[in-house]
């Protein structure tokens, strides 16, 4: 019934009120129009216009993007609802099964004690791989062939391209096929991104269209402020990942890396970053070299993981010399638009054998010089200091997570 009100709430409610979204331990979202602890004021006034755009009609953009948000909070409410409706149905069954369920869920021990089964091997194979983030695949948005592809790619992230890739009379099929993309790229073991447009074009009408992704990315992100309104218009608890693709987003990559808690990572653009600087897009990626090293940079300052830019050739060649190049800077992800790609930079990503044997045996050293009261130790003539060690430890933890 509490969802039911909401519904009808939010449904009657004028295109300019003032609303509140109120989130609860558990994740849901409820609106009201009146304050409350816990809650955050919905900013309901039209959006800015991106940088150098011009609006004929700025009343008739603001009565749409409030009914955009109108929709959108509808949408949430009735999901609320239907939730509500699946958990009252499912208590009973669930609590006559429970006491069945704690006899079966161990196999017996000494002393009558159970231990938990091991999961199953698929299972625990996915949810290695939803740790694991090497390779970030975007696919047009429309393209149910490509959605099939991708989930074959062995990419770790597949995203839902509703902006470049999707032209805007194909984006309502894009944001319909969303349901069973996701599912299908769940199902290989990958985790289901989609990026929106900016808030201030198409980016409402694809939050309400669109099923709930695990990781949701927005194109053309140049101020904080971007990113504080996706997080006010986005599932509750999905991840956001801001995309940098102009000089101006760059020189705030903090800022909006600092802008919610829910950044995980940011990733910097390829093509519209190299129009941004008035330059060509080449192989060697000469011309990006500055901004891809100062983006590391900076989101390792402000705590978040940084996503290489798309090597857009076709060639699988120049992609991993590129690739390798990302990994001399310091990156641990990389996007592509190609899923043929995946494999060979999965490859790049992923500790070889023989360097986990070399972190092995920098542990050990290190460890056992500090054991006989040595500061460092020395592995093949290189001496090893502390934040050597802290790397090799790092790369050992990351291997045994994938």
């Known amino acids: 019934m509490k969802a039911l009100a909401v519904f009808v709430l939010v449904a009657a409610l004028p295109a300019q009120a003032q609303m509140y979204k109120c989130v609860d331990e558990h994740g849901r979202a409820s609106y009201r129009d009146q ?38 909070f509808e949408r949430e409410a009735a999901a609320a609802q239907e939730r509500a409706a ?18 079966r869920a161990g196999r017996p021990r000494l002393h009558g004690r159970r231990e938990p089964r091991p999961a199953p091997r698929a299972a625990r194979a996915g ?3 939803l740790s694991v983030r090497r390779t970030w695949l975007f696919v047009p948005g429309a393209d149910a062939a490509a959605h099939r592809a991708a989930a074959r790619s062995g990419a770790d992230v597949i995203v839902l391209e509703l902006e470049d890739f999707t032209p805007p009379e194909l984006r309502p099929r894009a944001r319909a096929l969303s349901g069973s993309a996701f ?51 986005a599932p509750p608890g999905v991840e956001l990942v801001p995309n ?44 990006l070299a500055y901004v891809r090293a100062r983006f590391l940079v900076e989101c390792r300052a402000a ?28 990156y641990r992800m990389k996007s592509l638009v190609d ?14 054998r023989r360097e986990l044997a070399h972190a092995r ?34 790369l050992l933890a990351s291997a045994a997570r994938s």
Request: with cysteine.
């Open 244 to 287: 940098i693709e102009s000089a101006a987003g760059l020189l705030r990559t903090v800022e909006i890396a600092r802008a919610s808690k829910r950044v995980s990572a940011l990733l910097v653009a390829s093509e519209d970053m190299v129009a941004d600087l008035g330059t060509e897009r080449s192989r060697d990626g000469v011309e």
């Open 183 to 233: 599912e299908l790229w769940r199902k290989s073991g990958a985790l289901a991104a989609v990026r929106v447009n900016p808030l201030e074009a198409d980016g409402l009408e694809d939050l309400a269209g669109i099923e709930r992704p695990d990781v949701l990315m927005m194109s053309k992100v140049a101020t904080p402020e971007q990113v504080q309104r996706l997080e006010a218009a």
């Open 86 to 103: 699946q958990e009252q149905r499912a208590a009973g069954p669930r609590q006559r099964r429970s006491h069945l369920q704690a006899e």
């Open 361 to 394: 045996k920098v542990v050990a050293a290190f460890e056992r010089a500090r054991a006989a009261g040595r500061d460092r130790a020395k592995v093949g003539g290189a001496l090893i200091e502390v934040p050597i060690y802290a790397a090799a430890k790092r």
């Open 35 to 72: 304050p409350a602890a816990g809650c955050k004021a919905l900013d309901l006034r039209p959006s800015p216009p991106l940088s150098g755009a011009v609006r004929s009609n700025p009343e008739s953009f603001a009565v749409q993007d409030a009914e955009l948000k109108r929709r959108q």
């Open 339 to 352: 899923s043929s790609h995946a494999k060979a930079i999965n490859a790049v990503f992923t500790p070889s």
């Open 303 to 330: 705590g978040v993981e940084a996503i290489d830019c798309p090597y857009t050739f076709s060639d699988v060649k120049g992609a991993v010399a590129d690739a390798r190049y990302a990994k001399r800077l310091g």
């Open 127 to 129: 949810a290695a791989r």
